[in-house]
Protein backbone atom coordinates (compact mmCIF):
# COMPACT_ATOMS: atom_id res chain seq x y z
CA UNK A 1 0.00 0.00 0.00
CA UNK A 2 1.08 3.41 -0.59
CA UNK A 3 1.65 6.06 2.31
CA UNK A 4 1.26 9.65 1.48
CA UNK A 5 1.15 12.43 4.08
CA UNK A 6 -1.19 15.63 3.14
CA UNK A 7 -1.89 18.94 5.25
CA UNK A 8 -5.42 19.95 5.45
CA UNK A 9 -5.97 23.39 3.16
CA UNK A 10 -7.70 26.25 5.33
CA UNK A 11 -7.75 28.54 2.62
CA UNK A 12 -9.83 27.89 -1.00
CA UNK A 13 -9.86 29.55 -3.94
CA UNK A 14 -8.08 30.70 -7.17
CA UNK A 15 -5.39 33.45 -5.15
CA UNK A 16 -4.86 30.45 -2.26
CA UNK A 17 -4.41 27.82 -4.79
CA UNK A 18 -2.11 29.86 -7.64
CA UNK A 19 0.12 30.60 -3.89
CA UNK A 20 0.15 26.96 -2.83
CA UNK A 21 1.36 25.78 -6.19
CA UNK A 22 3.92 28.45 -7.25
CA UNK A 23 5.18 29.63 -3.82
CA UNK A 24 4.63 26.81 -1.57
CA UNK A 25 5.01 24.14 -3.98
CA UNK A 26 2.48 22.54 -2.56
CA UNK A 27 -0.82 20.61 -5.05
CA UNK A 28 -4.25 21.63 -4.19
CA UNK A 29 -6.46 18.08 -3.57
CA UNK A 30 -9.92 17.25 -3.20
CA UNK A 31 -11.04 14.15 -0.77
CA UNK A 32 -14.44 13.00 -1.56
CA UNK A 33 -16.95 10.39 -1.36
CA UNK A 34 -18.03 7.69 1.64
CA UNK A 35 -20.56 9.69 3.97
CA UNK A 36 -18.23 12.60 4.87
CA UNK A 37 -17.76 15.88 3.72
CA UNK A 38 -15.03 16.98 1.40
CA UNK A 39 -12.01 17.71 2.84
CA UNK A 40 -9.62 20.33 0.35
CA UNK A 41 -6.38 19.68 1.34
CA UNK A 42 -2.36 19.94 0.22
CA UNK A 43 0.53 17.27 -1.52
CA UNK A 44 3.79 17.98 -1.32
CA UNK A 45 4.49 18.31 -5.15
CA UNK A 46 7.67 16.71 -4.86
CA UNK A 47 5.45 13.38 -2.71
CA UNK A 48 3.13 13.42 -5.51
CA UNK A 49 5.38 13.20 -8.09
CA UNK A 50 7.16 9.87 -6.32
CA UNK A 51 3.18 9.39 -5.89
CA UNK A 52 2.60 9.30 -9.65
CA UNK A 53 5.71 8.23 -11.14
CA UNK A 54 5.05 4.38 -9.40
CA UNK A 55 3.80 1.67 -11.09
CA UNK A 56 -0.08 1.59 -11.77
CA UNK A 57 -1.02 4.17 -9.09
CA UNK A 58 -4.64 4.89 -10.07
CA UNK A 59 -5.29 1.42 -9.44
CA UNK A 60 -3.77 1.25 -5.80
CA UNK A 61 -5.34 1.89 -2.26
CA UNK A 62 -3.29 4.92 -1.11
CA UNK A 63 -3.02 6.14 3.28
CA UNK A 64 -3.65 9.17 3.26
CA UNK A 65 -2.00 10.78 6.66
CA UNK A 66 -3.81 13.77 7.40
CA UNK A 67 -2.29 14.84 11.24
CA UNK A 68 -3.78 12.70 13.67
CA UNK A 69 -6.04 10.84 11.30
CA UNK A 70 -6.31 8.39 8.00
CA UNK A 71 -8.04 8.34 5.15
CA UNK A 72 -8.20 5.93 2.46
CA UNK A 73 -8.04 6.91 -1.19
CA UNK A 74 -7.30 6.10 -4.49
CA UNK A 75 -6.07 8.37 -6.89
CA UNK A 76 -9.27 9.43 -9.53
CA UNK A 77 -7.32 12.33 -11.63
CA UNK A 78 -4.42 14.12 -11.81
CA UNK A 79 -4.81 17.98 -13.16
CA UNK A 80 -1.45 19.71 -14.54
CA UNK A 81 -0.95 22.73 -16.10
CA UNK A 82 -1.65 22.58 -20.13
CA UNK A 83 1.58 24.61 -20.59
CA UNK A 84 3.79 23.83 -17.51
CA UNK A 85 4.78 20.95 -16.42
CA UNK A 86 3.51 21.16 -12.64
CA UNK A 87 0.57 19.82 -10.99
CA UNK A 88 -2.21 21.76 -10.12
CA UNK A 89 -4.87 19.49 -9.11
CA UNK A 90 -5.66 16.33 -7.86
CA UNK A 91 -9.00 14.32 -7.01
CA UNK A 92 -8.70 11.77 -4.65
CA UNK A 93 -11.87 9.28 -3.59
CA UNK A 94 -12.22 7.78 -0.13
CA UNK A 95 -12.65 3.72 0.01
CA UNK A 96 -13.54 1.40 2.57
CA UNK A 97 -13.04 -2.17 3.21
CA UNK A 98 -15.89 -4.50 1.63
CA UNK A 99 -17.15 -1.60 -0.91
CA UNK A 100 -17.01 -1.56 -4.23
CA UNK A 101 -14.88 1.29 -5.95
CA UNK A 102 -13.99 2.11 -9.80
CA UNK A 103 -10.50 2.11 -10.40
CA UNK A 104 -8.11 1.66 -13.70
CA UNK A 105 -5.88 -1.28 -13.65
CA UNK A 106 -3.33 -2.45 -16.76
CA UNK A 107 -4.03 -5.53 -18.93
CA UNK A 108 -1.14 -7.70 -19.01
CA UNK A 109 -0.56 -10.14 -21.71
CA UNK A 110 1.07 -13.37 -20.93
CA UNK A 111 2.38 -16.46 -22.98
CA UNK A 112 2.85 -13.73 -25.60
CA UNK A 113 6.19 -16.35 -27.00
CA UNK A 114 3.94 -19.13 -27.21
CA UNK A 115 1.08 -17.72 -29.02
CA UNK A 116 -0.02 -19.94 -31.72
CA UNK A 117 -0.93 -17.14 -34.00
CA UNK A 118 2.45 -16.06 -33.59
CA UNK A 119 5.01 -18.87 -33.40
CA UNK A 120 2.75 -20.87 -35.85
CA UNK A 121 0.91 -18.80 -37.83
CA UNK A 122 3.50 -15.91 -37.80
CA UNK A 123 1.14 -13.41 -36.93
CA UNK A 124 1.44 -10.14 -34.62
CA UNK A 125 -0.22 -9.20 -31.58
CA UNK A 126 -2.57 -6.26 -31.83
CA UNK A 127 -2.93 -5.06 -28.47
CA UNK A 128 -6.03 -2.18 -28.17
CA UNK A 129 -6.55 -1.47 -24.81
CA UNK A 130 -3.72 -1.77 -22.35
CA UNK A 131 -5.94 -0.41 -19.33
CA UNK A 132 -9.16 -1.00 -18.06
CA UNK A 133 -11.67 -0.12 -15.34
CA UNK A 134 -13.19 -2.19 -12.97
CA UNK A 135 -15.58 -2.38 -9.71
CA UNK A 136 -13.31 -3.82 -6.80
CA UNK A 137 -12.77 -4.22 -3.24
CA UNK A 138 -10.30 -1.34 -1.91
CA UNK A 139 -8.69 -4.94 -0.08
CA UNK A 140 -8.89 -6.77 -3.35
CA UNK A 141 -7.97 -4.76 -6.08
CA UNK A 142 -5.84 -6.81 -8.84
CA UNK A 143 -2.10 -5.52 -9.99
CA UNK A 144 -3.70 -6.29 -13.44
CA UNK A 145 -5.90 -8.30 -15.89
CA UNK A 146 -3.69 -10.96 -17.06
CA UNK A 147 -4.82 -12.87 -20.61
CA UNK A 148 -3.33 -15.85 -21.48
CA UNK A 149 -2.30 -15.58 -25.57
CA UNK A 150 -1.29 -19.36 -25.74
CA UNK A 151 -3.98 -20.34 -27.61
CA UNK A 152 -4.85 -17.49 -29.75
CA UNK A 153 -5.05 -17.78 -33.71
CA UNK A 154 -4.76 -15.61 -36.13
CA UNK A 155 -7.75 -13.31 -36.91
CA UNK A 156 -8.73 -14.63 -33.28
CA UNK A 157 -10.17 -11.50 -31.17
CA UNK A 158 -10.21 -11.68 -27.82
CA UNK A 159 -13.84 -8.54 -26.85
CA UNK A 160 -14.51 -8.13 -22.93
CA UNK A 161 -16.86 -10.94 -22.87
CA UNK A 162 -14.27 -13.16 -23.36
CA UNK A 163 -12.39 -12.87 -20.18
CA UNK A 164 -12.96 -15.35 -17.55
CA UNK A 165 -15.71 -14.35 -14.48
CA UNK A 166 -13.59 -13.29 -10.97
CA UNK A 167 -15.33 -13.11 -7.75
CA UNK A 168 -13.09 -10.58 -6.70
CA UNK A 169 -13.92 -7.69 -8.90
CA UNK A 170 -16.50 -7.21 -12.29
CA UNK A 171 -16.52 -4.71 -15.23
CA UNK A 172 -18.86 -1.67 -14.92
CA UNK A 173 -21.88 -1.99 -17.03
CA UNK A 174 -21.36 0.35 -19.46
CA UNK A 175 -18.16 -1.15 -20.37
CA UNK A 176 -19.75 -4.58 -20.94
CA UNK A 177 -22.78 -3.67 -23.03
CA UNK A 178 -19.88 -1.78 -25.40
CA UNK A 179 -17.99 -5.03 -25.37
CA UNK A 180 -14.87 -3.31 -26.80
CA UNK A 181 -11.96 -5.88 -28.13
CA UNK A 182 -8.92 -5.91 -25.98
CA UNK A 183 -6.49 -8.10 -28.10
CA UNK A 184 -6.20 -9.51 -31.24
CA UNK A 185 -3.80 -11.30 -33.87
CA UNK A 186 -3.23 -9.60 -37.01
CA UNK A 187 -2.51 -12.30 -40.03
CA UNK A 188 0.34 -11.17 -42.53
CA UNK A 189 0.19 -11.70 -45.85
CA UNK A 190 2.41 -10.75 -48.86
CA UNK A 191 4.75 -9.23 -46.23
CA UNK A 192 2.15 -7.06 -45.04
CA UNK A 193 0.23 -6.90 -41.78
CA UNK A 194 -3.72 -6.88 -42.60
CA UNK A 195 -5.65 -5.47 -39.91
CA UNK A 196 -9.61 -7.63 -39.13
CA UNK A 197 -11.16 -4.88 -40.56
CA UNK A 198 -9.39 -5.11 -43.86
CA UNK A 199 -9.19 -9.09 -43.61
CA UNK A 200 -13.52 -8.53 -43.67
CA UNK A 201 -13.55 -6.32 -46.34
CA UNK A 202 -11.12 -8.48 -48.57
CA UNK A 203 -13.65 -11.20 -48.11
CA UNK A 204 -17.20 -9.21 -48.49
CA UNK A 205 -15.28 -7.51 -51.54
CA UNK A 206 -14.94 -11.34 -53.34
CA UNK A 207 -18.37 -12.56 -52.25
CA UNK A 208 -19.61 -8.84 -53.96
CA UNK A 209 -17.59 -10.45 -57.02
CA UNK A 210 -19.40 -13.72 -57.31
CA UNK A 211 -23.08 -12.40 -56.58
CA UNK A 212 -22.38 -9.97 -59.58
CA UNK A 213 -21.03 -12.70 -61.67
CA UNK A 214 -24.36 -14.47 -60.52
CA UNK A 215 -26.65 -12.45 -61.46
CA UNK A 216 -24.62 -11.64 -65.20
CA UNK A 217 -25.95 -15.27 -65.53
CA UNK A 218 -29.14 -14.83 -64.68
CA UNK A 219 -29.72 -11.97 -67.12
CA UNK A 220 -28.49 -14.33 -69.90
CA UNK A 221 -25.29 -12.70 -70.57
CA UNK A 222 -22.86 -15.39 -71.98
CA UNK A 223 -20.05 -16.44 -69.47
CA UNK A 224 -16.57 -16.35 -71.13
CA UNK A 225 -17.05 -20.32 -71.40
CA UNK A 226 -20.48 -19.79 -73.48
CA UNK A 227 -18.83 -17.45 -75.41
CA UNK A 228 -15.97 -20.06 -76.56
CA UNK A 229 -19.16 -22.64 -77.21
CA UNK A 230 -20.71 -20.49 -79.74
CA UNK A 231 -17.00 -19.72 -81.23
CA UNK A 232 -16.76 -23.56 -82.35
CA UNK A 233 -20.59 -23.99 -83.43
CA UNK A 234 -20.02 -20.90 -85.70
CA UNK A 235 -16.66 -22.72 -87.43
Do not use: W
Not at 11 to 39: C, F, H, N, T
Not at 93 to 116: F, S
Not at 179 to 207: F, K, N, Q, W, Y
Request: aromatic share 4%.
Amino acid sequence: MINLKVEKRERVGGLSSKQAIYKDKKVPAIIYGGDKEPMPVLLENKELIRIVSAENVFGSVVELEIGDSKEMVVFKEVQKHPSKNIFIHVDLLRVAPGKKVNVTVPVNLINIDKCYGIKIEGGVINHVIKEIDILAKAEKIPESIDIDMEEVKSKEKLRLSSLEDNEDFDFPNALKAEDPVIVSVLTARGGAMLLDDELEGEVDAEDQEGEDAAADNEDGKPTEEDSSDSSKEKA
